[in-house]
């Protein structure tokens, strides 16, 4: 006996990985998530800035000034640093140590010329300097 073969059609759905049921996926213009994150919500950092950002009232020099929190912790460790608290040195320098690498790491090298550039500068410039003489000589 020959095996009877199902007649496939060509509107069958093709349902397996990566092809659920039509019935069950989602509708256009449904998200997954309706619950989702809110719309205008802040993460930890944007809070953290505005935080930092803060006014706060400091004696400085003897006078009353309104700063940044951010400003009145960095001169806290600043003090307590300078004052010889050990964890407030390592921390402060560790700090400073990191801003100086990124304003290295942005700013150009002092010269980023070549050996041979700079010869052909010095002697483009002493025929320069040789010009002016010739001219106050006349």
């Given at each position: 006996?020959?095996?009877?073969?199902?007649?496939?059609?060509?509107?069958?759905?093709?349902?397996?990985?990566?092809?659920?049921?039509?019935?069950?996926?989602?509708?256009?213009?449904?998200?997954?998530?309706?619950?989702?994150?809110?719309?205008?919500?802040?993460?930890?950092?944007?809070?953290?800035?505005?935080?930092?950002?803060?006014?706060?009232?400091?004696?400085?020099?003897?006078?009353?000034?309104?700063?940044?929190?951010?400003?009145?912790?960095?001169?806290?460790?600043?003090?307590?640093?300078?004052?010889?608290?050990?964890?407030?040195?390592?921390?402060?320098?560790?700090?400073?140590?990191?801003?100086?690498t990124r304003a290295?790491?942005?700013?150009?090298?002092?010269?980023?010329?070549?050996?041979?550039?700079?010869?052909v500068l010095r002697?483009?410039?002493?025929?320069?300097?040789?010009?002016?003489t010739e001219k106050?000589?006349?």
């Open positions: 006996m020959a095996k009877k073969r199902k007649k496939v059609s060509r509107t069958a759905q093709k349902v397996g990985r990566g092809n659920p049921p039509k019935h069950t996926q989602f509708r256009k213009g449904t998200t997954g998530n309706p619950k989702g994150r809110p719309k205008g919500s802040k993460n930890l950092s944007t809070y953290l800035m505005e935080a930092a950002r803060d006014q706060v009232s400091a004696t400085v020099g003897g006078r009353t000034r309104k700063i940044s929190k951010i400003q009145a912790t960095a001169m806290q460790l600043a003090t307590k640093a300078a004052g010889g608290d050990q964890a407030a040195i390592g921390k402060f320098l560790d700090w400073m140590d990191e801003i100086e290295a790491a942005v700013k150009p090298s002092q010269f980023p010329l070549s050996a041979p550039d700079i010869e002697g483009a410039y002493e025929r320069m300097k040789q010009c002016e106050t000589g006349e």
